[in-house]
């Protein structure tokens, strides 16, 4: 069948003109892959066969429905039927928040479990209405309907959904999923409690049964002022509300107790716990059917009323532009509710649960899901933490638990509308008070919160505080707003640090640790030279912070490596934001603890510039010749990834000024830890990497250094066979030659390559010894032609002070 259909797309291709070997420029007819000691084959290395990308990225389901098996049904029955029984409930509660009928909240459980099984990535997640999306879009509707009148509500509702979603939908096609990544913990969690609060002041007012007229839909401090203006107003509700309430609470509470002190019987008070939601609503439901029984008309508490069965509301949705734009000033705040809520939740459990999900394809199915549930009447759904959390602890196995769940709500929309009639109002208020409860932040988090970052603390409250005082739509914006705020200002305001050099000791117990192993004496004695500390494993030399901005020992004395040597490190990148902050704060130290080379530089009063006035009249010029003068800069790139045209500018400014400032000797500017080629020929390009040429003489002499390893590793069996080989070599040639037999191949780590001078320093520097050194299986690990970039700051150290010493114009490094 295969070969068939491949002959009639060969044929068809063929007859349109599309030329597939193209896609394969080996061509069927290519020679495979022989081994052989110069061919890179599948002896050396497995192959790689970059792989085109198929409907199964959109379809994550392709993965792994055709290994379904019996294991995971039951486990996926079991949750999926645990939280149909919470979803019913739950989405009739969540519907009145939206100001629609009960039915919608249905219709939306329904429409989201049963199509976010097709596009999940996480088997956890249970989409549907939630809470605060929800208030929102009562939020829209009423406000809408101030304009529109004539509008009804769940068009309003639907046109919102399909608009979000598509624009949703469109953001994870494009695969921009890491957006999410811009909202931080603390943001979401000021979101959610500042919703659940105002959630849970709207209902109080149906859960005590309060006759008064009054909205319940503005800021949290005016439902809570108007709740307790009209507390005299309560009716038999109250009754209900409050011992439901209490019930929802004593039953977890019980729960959790029981499992405690009978962990055999956890699972048992796991479902109990689970499914009291369905049972409160039953159970006040029996009670309102025996009260209300005969009083259909003048019920003696509020109850739901008529609920259709089946979807009599699928049609096509309504959309227009009048529509569109009644609620585009919403929209922003509706898509990043939609998404923080999922995307964290789902994010949340996948780390919990030992799994990655794909943000953008999480997008994909939130979309869908909005863009196709308006066809069968549902308003904007997400994810919900309570029904995720459920599902998780239920015992899931694949996102396949959606279809069951979608199954038992089915159930409840054609069976159970009869019994939806005498469901009370207040216990519905009370199961979303109960349900919103746990968005609320407890305050030992938010104590984490400033032991872990005081400012973000700050956004947390202010988040909170907007959503109590003006409305959920606020409170985003003012999260989202001073979390992006912060985030630039701390790039913007981003200032790195200046390293000396420290010489630690490995330490176990009292004693240190030898070269051997074992337990050594406290460190080199002062008359061991500098090649011997080098070979001395008892030490090492690290590169701390000179201000000790990290909170390392202020008694330990940290210095510059040499005078005149610099060594800076970026802490947050080197772009455009924070350019000019790193290198003002670079030059100012520079300044503040060095002299210019040339003291004389301004003979007279008049040669000053008017920046630098000096001295008032009569008093001395400051004595600045105990400082060193600036020889060179060792730029520590280990934080930075990218460079851009800003900040490469920049430090060719400051390169610029600070030759000036050390005229007529140029500072050489080498660079460690360079983690991007791109941003190493940003630094070429702008003339770096290799010695500065002087204004007066050009290039002087000076001495590269560089870092060699050997090929493949030195534990490889290439080496150990080249090294024993190269060994059994020497042996012979010492016993032709009269050396002593002890002459064996010396490992080089940073050999000194041949001096050099004048522009042609490249070509002389394919004769040195570290360049030849490849013979002996061993290679540079940086490139050749460029000398100043080093792989680490200890041979940036090492290059930079080889050159200054052999310059002859600065005294030998003294060891202290």
Same mark, same amino acid.
């Given at each position: 069948?295969?070969?068939?259909?491949?002959?009639?797309?060969?044929?068809?291709?063929?007859?349109?003109?599309?030329?597939?070997?193209?896609?394969?420029?080996?061509?069927?007819?290519?020679?495979?892959?022989?081994?052989?000691?110069?061919?890179?084959?599948?002896?050396?290395?497995?192959?790689?066969?970059?792989?085109?990308?198929?409907?199964?990225?959109?379809?994550?389901?392709?993965? $792994?429905?055709?290994?379904?098996?019996?294991? $995971?049904?039951?486990?996926?029955?079991?949750?999926?039927?645990?939280?149909?029984? *919470?979803?019913?409930?739950?989405?009739?509660?969540?519907?009145?928040?939206?100001?629609?009928?009960?039915?919608?909240?249905?219709?939306?459980?329904?429409?989201?479990?049963?199509?976010?099984?097709?596009?999940?990535?996480?088997?956890?997640?249970?989409?549907?209405? *939630?809470?605060?999306?929800?208030?929102?879009?009562?939020?829209?509707?009423?406000?809408?309907?101030?304009?529109?009148?004539?509008?009804?509500?769940?068009?309003?509702?639907?046109?919102?959904?399909?608009?979000?979603?598509?624009?949703?939908?469109?953001?994870?096609?494009?695969?921009?999923? $890491?957006?999410?990544?811009?909202?931080?913990?603390?943001?979401?969690?000021?979101?959610?409690?500042?919703?659940?609060?105002?959630?849970?002041?709207?209902?109080?007012?149906?859960?005590?049964?309060?006759?008064?007229? %009054?909205?319940?839909?503005?800021?949290?401090?005016?439902?809570?002022?108007?709740?307790?203006?009209?507390?005299?107003?309560?009716?038999?509700?109250?009754?209900?509300?409050?011992?439901?309430?209490?019930?929802?609470?004593?039953?977890?509470?019980?729960?959790?107790?029981?499992?405690?002190?009978?962990?055999?019987?956890?699972?048992?008070? %796991?479902?109990?716990?689970?499914?009291?939601?369905?049972?409160?609503?039953?159970?006040?439901?029996?009670?309102?059917?025996?009260?209300?029984?005969?009083?259909?008309?003048?019920?003696?508490?509020? *109850?739901?009323?008529?609920?259709?069965?089946?979807?009599?509301?699928?049609?096509?949705?309504?959309?227009?532009?009048?529509?569109?734009?009644?609620?585009?000033?919403?929209?922003?705040?509706?898509?990043?509710?939609?998404?923080?809520?999922?995307?964290?939740?789902?994010?949340?459990?996948?780390?919990?649960?030992?799994?990655?999900?794909?943000?953008?394809?999480?997008?994909?199915?939130?979309?869908?899901?909005?863009?196709?549930?308006?066809?069968?009447?549902?308003?904007?759904?997400?994810?919900?933490?309570?029904?995720?959390?459920?599902?998780?602890?239920?015992?899931?196995?694949?996102?396949?638990?959606?279809?069951?769940?979608?199954?038992?709500?089915?159930?409840?929309?054609?069976?159970?509308?009869?019994?939806?009639?005498?469901?009370?109002?207040?216990?519905?208020?009370?199961?979303?008070?109960?349900?919103?409860?746990?968005?609320?932040?407890?305050?030992?988090?938010?104590?984490?919160?400033?032991?872990?970052?005081?400012?973000?603390?700050?956004?947390?409250?202010?988040?909170?505080?907007?959503?109590?005082?003006?409305?959920?739509?606020?409170?985003?914006?003012?999260?989202?707003?001073?979390?992006? %705020?912060?985030?630039?200002?701390?790039?913007?305001?981003?200032?790195?640090?200046?390293?000396?050099?420290?010489?630690?000791?490995?330490?176990?117990?009292?004693?240190?640790?030898?070269?051997?192993?074992?337990?050594?004496?406290?460190?080199?004695?002062?008359?061991?030279?500098?090649?011997?500390?080098?070979?001395?494993?008892?030490?090492?030399?690290?590169?701390?912070?000179?201000?000790?901005?990290?909170?390392?020992?202020?008694?330990?004395?940290?210095?510059?490596?040499?005078?005149?040597?610099?060594?800076?490190?970026?802490?947050?990148?080197?772009?455009?934001?924070?350019?000019?902050?790193?290198?003002?704060?670079?030059?100012?130290?520079?300044?503040?603890?060095?002299?210019?080379?040339?003291?004389?530089?301004?003979?007279?009063?008049?040669?000053?510039?008017?920046?630098?006035?000096?001295?008032?009249?009569?008093?001395?010029?400051?004595?600045?010749?105990?400082?060193?003068?600036?020889?060179?800069?060792?730029?520590?790139?280990?934080?930075?990834?990218?460079?851009?045209?800003?900040?490469?500018?920049?430090?060719?400014?400051?390169?610029?000024?600070?030759?000036?400032?050390?005229?007529?000797?140029?500072?050489?500017?080498?660079?460690?830890?360079?983690?991007?080629?791109?941003?190493?020929?940003?630094?070429?390009?702008?003339?770096?990497? $290799?010695?500065?040429?002087?204004?007066?003489?050009?290039?002087?002499?000076?001495?590269?250094?560089?870092?060699?390893?050997?090929?493949?590793?030195?534990?490889?069996?290439?080496?150990?066979?080249?090294?024993?080989?190269?060994?059994?070599?020497?042996?012979?040639?010492?016993?032709?030659?009269?050396?002593?037999?002890?002459?064996?191949?010396?490992?080089?780590?940073?050999?000194?390559?041949?001096?050099?001078?004048?522009?042609?320093?490249?070509?002389?520097?394919?004769?040195?010894?570290?360049?030849?050194?490849?013979?002996?299986?061993?290679?540079?690990?940086?490139?050749?032609?460029?000398?100043?970039?080093?792989?680490?700051?200890?041979?940036?150290?090492?290059?930079?002070?080889?050159?200054?010493?052999?310059?002859?114009?600065?005294?030998?490094?003294?060891?202290?």
């Amino acid at each position: 069948m295969s070969s068939s259909t491949s002959k009639v797309g060969h044929t068809l291709a063929k007859g349109l003109g599309i030329k597939i070997p193209y896609r394969d420029p080996l061509g069927s007819e290519a020679d495979p892959v022989t081994r052989g000691e110069s061919v890179f084959t599948t002896g050396t290395a497995d192959t790689y066969i970059e792989p085109e990308p198929t409907v199964a990225g959109l379809f994550p389901f392709l993965k $792994w429905i055709g290994r379904y098996n019996t294991q $995971w049904l039951i486990g996926d029955l079991v949750a999926g039927i645990t939280v149909g029984a *919470v979803v019913v409930p739950q989405g009739m509660s969540y519907a009145q928040l939206a100001d629609l009928p009960v039915e919608y909240g249905l219709y939306s459980s329904f429409m989201g479990v049963l199509i976010y099984w097709f596009f999940a990535t996480s088997k956890d997640i249970t989409i549907g209405p *939630v809470a605060v999306m929800s208030t929102l879009t009562g939020n829209v509707i009423i406000a809408v309907r101030k304009e529109h009148p004539e509008l009804d509500p769940h068009v309003i509702a639907s046109a919102l959904a399909i608009i979000s979603g598509a624009i949703i939908t469109f953001i994870g096609l494009i695969r921009w999923g $890491w957006i999410v990544e811009f909202i931080p913990l603390t943001a979401i969690t000021a979101f959610m409690t500042g919703s659940a609060l105002n959630i849970a002041s709207g209902q109080i007012k149906n859960l005590m049964g309060e006759t008064a007229n %009054f909205s319940t839909r503005g800021a949290t401090y005016q439902n809570i002022i108007n709740s307790l203006k009209y507390l005299p107003s309560t009716q038999l509700d109250a009754a209900l509300g409050l011992t439901a309430l209490f019930m929802l609470y004593g039953i977890r509470s019980a729960c959790n107790y029981g499992a405690r002190k009978r962990p055999h019987r956890a699972k048992t008070f %796991f479902f109990i716990s689970t499914l009291r939601t369905a049972f409160v609503i039953l159970f006040y439901t029996m009670i309102s059917a025996a009260v209300n029984i005969h009083r259909r008309e003048h019920t003696a508490f509020k *109850v739901l009323g008529n609920v259709p069965r089946g979807f009599k509301h699928a049609a096509v949705p309504t959309i227009n532009t009048s529509i569109i734009k009644s609620f585009t000033s919403y929209l922003p705040s509706a898509v990043i509710v939609l998404l923080i809520e999922h995307i964290s939740i789902s994010k949340s459990f996948g780390r919990v649960n030992n799994y990655t999900i794909d943000p953008s394809q999480e997008m994909v199915a939130i979309g869908v899901t909005n863009l196709l549930g308006p066809f069968l009447g549902a308003y904007p759904a997400t994810g919900s933490f309570s029904r995720t959390a459920i599902k998780s602890k239920a015992g899931v196995r694949t996102p396949l638990a959606g279809l069951i769940t979608a199954v038992v709500v089915l159930l409840a929309i054609y069976a159970l509308p009869p019994l939806f009639w005498y469901i009370p109002q207040a216990a519905l208020s009370a199961v979303i008070i109960h349900a919103v409860g746990d968005l609320i932040t407890p305050p030992n988090v938010v104590y984490q919160f400033w032991l872990v970052s005081p400012l973000e603390v700050v956004v947390f409250f202010a988040g909170v505080l907007v959503t109590v005082f003006s409305s959920i739509e606020n409170g985003v914006y003012t999260t989202v707003c001073m979390s992006a %705020f912060l985030l630039l200002w701390r790039l913007v305001k981003a200032r790195g640090d200046f390293l000396g050099k420290v010489r630690v000791h490995s330490v176990i117990g009292d004693h240190l640790i030898d070269e051997q192993g074992k337990y050594g004496p406290v460190g080199p004695t002062p008359e061991q030279t500098l090649a011997e500390d080098n070979a001395n494993d008892t030490y090492r030399n690290v590169y701390l912070p000179v201000t000790h901005g990290d909170g390392s020992n202020p008694q330990i004395s940290v210095q510059h490596p040499y005078p005149g040597v610099f060594i800076y490190r970026f802490s947050e990148g080197f772009v455009y934001p924070n350019a000019n902050s790193e290198t003002d704060y670079l030059v100012q130290t520079i300044f503040k603890e060095t002299r210019r080379t040339n003291i004389a530089t301004y003979p007279t009063l008049g040669d000053r510039p008017w920046n630098d006035p000096g001295p008032r009249r009569g008093k001395p010029v400051e004595d600045r010749s105990d400082l060193p003068t600036l020889r060179a800069i060792i730029l520590d790139f280990s934080s930075v990834d990218h460079v851009d045209v800003t900040s490469i500018q920049n430090l060719i400014d400051v390169r610029n000024q600070l030759d000036l400032y050390a005229s007529p000797e140029p500072v050489q500017w080498h660079f460690a830890n360079i983690n991007n080629r791109w941003t190493k020929r940003a630094l070429t390009s702008a003339g770096f990497g $290799w010695p500065s040429p002087s204004s007066v003489d050009g290039f002087q002499r000076w001495k590269p250094i560089f870092s060699v390893a050997e090929i493949g590793g030195r534990s490889s069996a290439a080496a150990v066979a080249e090294r024993e080989r190269l060994n059994s070599q020497i042996k012979a040639d010492d016993l032709e030659g009269g050396r002593p037999k002890s002459a064996t191949v010396r490992e080089r780590t940073e050999p000194e390559v041949s001096s050099n001078e004048g522009d042609d320093y490249i070509k002389q520097l394919d004769t040195t010894t570290a360049y030849r050194a490849k013979r002996n299986n061993i290679a540079l690990v940086s490139g050749l032609n460029r000398p100043f970039f080093h792989v680490d700051v200890t041979s940036a150290v090492h290059s930079a002070i080889s050159n200054i010493e052999g310059s002859g114009s600065f005294a030998k490094i003294i060891e202290e």
